[in-house]
């Protein structure tokens, strides 16, 4: 049995409003008692002046992303990328994200290569392509253009109950955490307008209940009051974005108990980056049309009692905005509330109630950063050099 005590810190425990006194104690992976006495272990790590915290947890991260041109993603080797996946993985759990949903993406090849330890990564949940209609937000032709993006390393185009059911059921088959469907238009596709609802009530009707039929659930990507409407109305659990919701649509996400996943660095970092990265015009235009309603979204669904999660979204070079997507949910929502959202809210919406939590029975997956974030929360933001990562009871 490995053990390790971590002493002379500060925790925040994932749920609480403060911090509560440690040490905290680890036997083979888990966490088997926070506070009380010091006990021996294999390894005693001196925590003094900084604080434990739950292992961050990222759930919109693509780790298939590795391009912000859709049509160049999808028209490389899946070779190539999944090993630019596994880099930004990497680099993702040397942030401090432990566990990550990567919603648009990822296949069974990676989670094998994960679990069995070949590659630094976080704890990886994984989509499979997400599901796009013709035309929708995961098509990424131009309007003048033939040219297939057949890889459907990120998004296949599927239309249709019977394909759709098909596509759920293979998804499933290979071992996918959960289904990601586009249910309005996005940012990076050029030829769907932003707000207008995707898919049928049928087809997603056909792709929730395949879901639940596996115990699993649906996400969405969606931005209008309308598309999101029309997600939750037909089953849909996960709200990705969400950046126009409204009032009246906040408070149906509330009765369906839909989650909102906010993903407010992505647009942050194209609106700063995006014309440097050479964006079309026609995204920046779409971008901006998000970018400040945002924040209020999140506002929004807060008043309404919406669980909020957290996300990031980010693609290709945009990778290194993972953190400051913590400062901007700070900004809005209070550093506690923040970090509930980045821990224990996302945790309970992967349906993983021993992730996300510093307390007795839950996995061993812990950030510890200089001081105390609640007071000083720019320490999140902070570089590498000032925090510690461990996984499974594994400094890292």
Same mark, same amino acid.
């Given at each position: 049995?490995?053990?390790?005590?971590?002493?002379?810190?500060?925790?925040?425990?994932?749920?609480?409003?403060g911090?509560?006194?440690?040490?905290?104690?680890?036997?083979?992976?888990?966490?088997?008692?926070?506070?009380?006495?010091?006990?021996?272990?294999?390894?005693?790590?001196?925590?003094?002046?900084?604080?434990?915290?739950?292992?961050?947890?990222? %759930?919109?991260?693509?780790a298939?992303?590795?391009?912000?041109?859709?049509?160049?993603l999808?028209?490389?080797?899946?070779?190539?990328?999944?090993?630019?996946?596994?880099?930004?993985?990497?680099?993702?759990?040397?942030?401090?994200?432990?566990?990550?949903?990567?919603?648009?993406?990822?296949?069974?090849g990676?989670?094998?290569?994960?679990?069995?330890?070949?590659?630094?990564?976080?704890?990886?949940?994984?989509?499979?392509?997400?599901?796009?209609?013709?035309?929708?937000?995961?098509?990424?032709?131009?309007a003048?253009?033939?040219?297939?993006?057949?890889?459907?390393?990120?998004?296949e185009?599927?239309?249709?109950?019977?394909?759709?059911?098909?596509?759920?059921?293979?998804?499933?088959?290979?071992g996918?955490?959960?289904?990601?469907i586009?249910?309005?238009?996005?940012?990076?596709?050029?030829?769907?307008?932003?707000?207008?609802?995707?898919?049928? %009530?049928?087809?997603?009707?056909?792709?929730?209940?395949?879901?639940?039929?596996?115990?699993?659930?649906?996400?969405?990507?969606?931005?209008?009051?309308?598309?999101?409407?029309?997600?939750?109305?037909?089953?849909?659990?996960?709200?990705?974005?969400?950046?126009?919701?409204?009032a009246?649509?906040?408070?149906a996400?509330?009765?369906?108990?839909?989650?909102?996943?906010?993903?407010?660095?992505a647009?942050?970092?194209?609106?700063?980056?995006? %014309?440097?990265?050479?964006?079309?015009?026609?995204?920046?235009?779409?971008?901006?049309?998000?970018?400040?309603?945002?924040?209020?979204?999140?506002?929004?669904?807060?008043?309404?009692?919406?669980?909020?999660?957290?996300?990031?979204?980010?693609?290709?070079?945009?990778?290194?905005?993972?953190?400051?997507?913590?400062?901007?949910?700070?900004?809005?929502?209070?550093?506690?509330?923040?970090?509930?959202?980045?821990?224990?809210?996302?945790?309970?919406?992967?349906?993983?109630?021993?992730?996300?939590?510093?307390?007795?029975?839950?996995?061993?997956?812990?950030?510890?950063?200089?001081?105390?974030?609640?007071?000083?929360?720019?320490?999140?933001?902070?570089?590498?050099?000032?925090?510690?990562v461990v996984?499974?009871?594994?400094?890292?």
């Open positions: 049995m490995s053990t390790l005590s971590i002493v002379n810190a500060a925790v925040f425990d994932g749920e609480s409003d911090l509560v006194e440690g040490p905290v104690h680890v036997a083979d992976g888990r966490i088997v008692a926070v506070g009380g006495a010091p006990r021996p272990a294999d390894r005693v790590l001196d925590a003094r002046g900084r604080t434990v915290l739950p292992g961050l947890i990222d %759930a919109h991260c693509h298939y992303g590795i391009d912000l041109d859709m049509l160049a999808e028209s490389r080797p899946l070779s190539y990328v999944a090993l630019a996946a596994a880099r930004r993985l990497g680099a993702a759990l040397s942030r401090g994200f432990t566990t990550v949903r990567d919603p648009a993406g990822g296949d069974a990676l989670a094998r290569a994960i679990a069995e330890g070949l590659l630094p990564a976080p704890r990886y949940l994984w989509t499979g392509a997400a599901l796009s209609q013709t035309g929708g937000h995961g098509d990424v032709r131009a003048d253009s033939e040219v297939c993006g057949c890889g459907s390393h990120s998004v185009v599927v239309d249709g109950v019977d394909p759709l059911r098909r596509a759920v059921r293979d998804r499933f088959r290979r996918a955490h959960a289904i990601k586009m249910t309005s238009g996005g940012v990076v596709s050029l030829t769907d307008p932003i707000r207008v609802p995707q898919y049928s %009530a049928e087809e997603i009707r056909a792709v929730t209940a395949e879901a639940a039929r596996r115990g699993s659930y649906v996400a969405a990507h969606a931005y209008s009051p309308e598309a999101i409407r029309h997600a939750i109305d037909n089953g849909v659990r996960s709200v990705e974005h969400g950046n126009l919701l409204d009246a649509t906040a408070e996400m509330a009765a369906a108990g839909a989650f909102l996943v906010p993903t407010l660095a647009y942050d970092a194209m609106d700063r980056r995006g %014309a440097d990265l050479g964006m079309p015009a026609v995204s920046r235009q779409k971008n901006r049309e998000v970018l400040a309603a945002g924040r209020t979204a999140v506002e929004l669904a807060r008043a309404a009692g919406v669980r909020v999660g957290f996300g990031t979204d980010l693609m290709g070079v945009l990778e290194d905005e993972q953190l400051n997507g913590l400062r901007l949910q700070v900004e809005v929502d209070g550093p506690a509330a923040a970090l509930r959202s980045a821990t224990s809210v996302n945790a309970d919406l992967l349906g993983r109630a021993d992730l996300g939590r510093v307390r007795e029975g839950c996995v061993a997956d812990l950030l510890i950063v200089d001081g105390d974030p609640l007071r000083d929360p720019a320490v999140l933001w902070a570089g590498p050099q000032r925090r510690t996984q499974g009871g594994v400094v890292l």
